[in-house]
Structures are given as C-alpha cells and as structure tokens.
C-alpha cells in the first residue's frame, strides 16, 4: 500500500479529524474515534511513507486499517 501525505490528510479529514498546527515539515491533525482523542503527525509533501512510518500513523489515529485505507 502507497499513500502519500495527500493521500493520509484526505482520510483523516473523512474521519473527522481536523489540522490543529504545524511546526517545520510535521503537521499535527486531531480527531476524536470511538469518544478518545487523538492526534496525528503527518509529513508534509511526501510522495510515500515506508510502512513502519504509515501503520504508525495509523495507530495514532485510532482507525482500523481496513478503514483507514477503504
């Protein structure tokens, strides 16, 4: 699977998630999934994440994989 930071802001904001700030090339999102909060750092202009960076995202979302990627 190959997402880039477009790709993974789309998703975070079709959960709801929303950009809160940005300090560099990192952008911080935060989002609330199943009534817990949750912040997410994003990369900014990457074309593609290697899929320890990608499943941590994922993981600090708090969505599933199969709906993050659906």
């Not at 929303?18 to 989002?31: A, D, E, K, L, T």
């Not at 994440?49 to 979302?61: H, K």
Request: net charge positive.
């Amino acid at each position: 699977m190959t997402l880039s930071s477009k790709d993974i802001k789309r998703i975070l904001e079709k959960h709801g998630f929303v950009f809160s700030r940005q300090r560099g090339s990192h952008q911080q999102f935060v989002g609330f999934v199943h009534g817990k909060k949750h912040r997410v750092t994003v990369i900014a202009n990457q074309k593609k994440f290697a899929p320890g960076t990608l499943r941590s995202m994922i993981r600090q979302s708090g969505i599933s994989e199969n709906e993050f990627v659906s």
